[in-house]
């Protein structure tokens, strides 16, 4: 713990004289604030008596007298060292008048900070589900039947996964090639689409801009203050450079020529003549 500190949750239980008295069970939560940058510093402010923060903490609980205080932002020390001192050198001593407290009974929890779990994981969880309902719009199919729709999740949970893994792709790795997502006629197909024929770069441009790129056919500005774009620009944007790349293999300049299907219908006629 060098270059940041773990705050643990400390809960102090007064059991002996709690259990005695007639009244009611006071319970309360506080922020101390008695987290430190550096390893040790706080168990060498508790080491004395004097420090005006730690004393005006103490203070507060010997006024409020909770039978059961949770104590938040209080450094955590596998042996409850700090906790000892706070209870020693500070509880136990009155401040500015205020009768000390006596705490005999703690429950020191363990501190998580800095250790994956899968709470911190549900952001990802969340967007992925975002992805699904809105974006693939799964919702609205409509199917009828629950087999239908097995069918088309099938399709939708790979759909929503790929615009995920895209997004976290460019942000993790923005400078590798865009092949590695995209095709190149649809790259290409983009360059032609946004900037024109005569900008379509000579070599492969990065992830990164691409995404970009795509994200802006989806509403996304680009401006310094936006950072990267998100899953519903990008999904957005999707939509719209599959069929723009499909109208530049069909029609672009690397096109081949194709005669008239003699089964196409003019634009003026609904019935072929």
Not at 24 to 51: C, E, K
Not at 94 to 109: E, H, K, T, V
Not at 174 to 186: G, K, L, N, V
Not at 222 to 239: A, F, M, T, V, Y
């Amino acid at each position: 713990m060098s270059s940041f500190t773990q705050h643990a949750t400390v809960a102090l239980l007064l059991a002996a004289s709690a259990a005695a008295q007639s009244g009611p069970f006071r319970f309360a939560t506080y922020n101390s604030f008695l987290n430190r940058s550096t390893s040790g510093a706080l168990i060498a402010d508790l080491s004395t008596p004097g420090n005006a923060q730690v004393a005006a903490v103490a203070e507060v609980l010997q006024r409020a007298r909770p039978d059961v205080v949770l104590l938040n932002e209080f450094d955590h020390d596998a042996g409850a060292v700090a906790l000892d001192l706070f209870r020693q050198n500070y509880l136990s001593v009155s401040q500015n008048g205020a009768d000390p407290i006596d705490y005999p009974y703690y429950f020191l929890a363990p501190s998580n900070t800095g250790v994956p779990n899968w709470y911190a994981k549900r952001w990802g969880i969340e967007v992925y589900h975002k992805a699904i309902k809105s974006g693939c719009r799964v919702e609205e199919r409509q199917l009828a039947t629950e087999a239908r729709l097995e069918n088309c999740l099938a399709i939708d949970l790979v759909v929503a996964w790929r615009i995920m893994h895209m997004t976290m792709l460019g942000r993790r790795d923005p400078d590798q090639a865009c092949t590695s997502f995209f095709e190149e006629h649809e790259w290409r197909a983009l360059y032609g689409f946004t900037q024109g024929l005569a900008k379509i770069p000579t070599e492969t441009p990065s992830l990164r801009t691409v995404i970009r790129d795509v994200a802006k056919l989806g509403g996304f500005l680009g401006r310094k203050s936006d950072g990267e774009p998100g899953i519903k620009c990008l999904w957005l944007g999707l939509q719209r450079l599959d069929d723009i790349a499909r109208a530049w293999l069909a029609f672009g300049p690397e096109s081949h020529a194709r005669k008239p299907s003699s089964r196409s219908v003019s634009r003026g006629s609904t019935n072929g003549e």
